[in-house]
């Protein structure tokens, strides 16, 4: 009989690479219903990350690699996805590609709240189940010069919100 405290428990499991964590995640946000947009995201952003920093164990990751991720994506086109003249190109063959900046990259806020939020997701989606270290914890990311500010919303006045509400409430 082996005593309980020999028994193996979720620590002795292999740990899922990063491909696997991202595959497990995107089938609970699909059965979850979650939008195509947001499956899209996150399909993106594991395939960008796999190609830039390589797939291995979660454990085998730093916030390093985050930073080298979030530095290399300071080249990829706004839109890469949409563009004609990206088709067929591989994610180091877009962002050759772009080295020159010749198309406009993303916005700092789209790789920050997008691309980069959704890498973090995705590797923390396990860690209740097999008890790992979040691998980008800690990182203070330094985010890249060629990331576009976000352009500048103007918010509406209050005497125009006021009207709206008046007028909607007169409405019904």
Known sequence: VTPPSATPGPEARPLPTF????????KMRIENNADESEIQRHRIAAETF??????RPIDQYYPTDLQTYVSRMGFWPANATKRGEMEGL????ILGANKDL?????????LKDGYCASVRTQAR????DYRY????????????????????????GFDIANRIFRNGGASS
């Open 102 to 110: 010749t198309l406009k990259p993303l916005a700092r806020k789209t």
């Open 125 to 128: 989606s396990l860690m209740p």
């Open 90 to 93: 591989s994610v180091l063959g």
């Open 50 to 55: 796999l190609a830039i920093v390589g797939d």
């Open 19 to 26: 491909s696997e964590l991202s595959e497990r995640h995107i």
């Open 133 to 156: 270290r979040d691998p980008f914890a800690g990182a203070k990311l330094r985010w890249p010069k060629t990331a576009r500010p976000s352009q500048p919303r103007e918010g509406i």
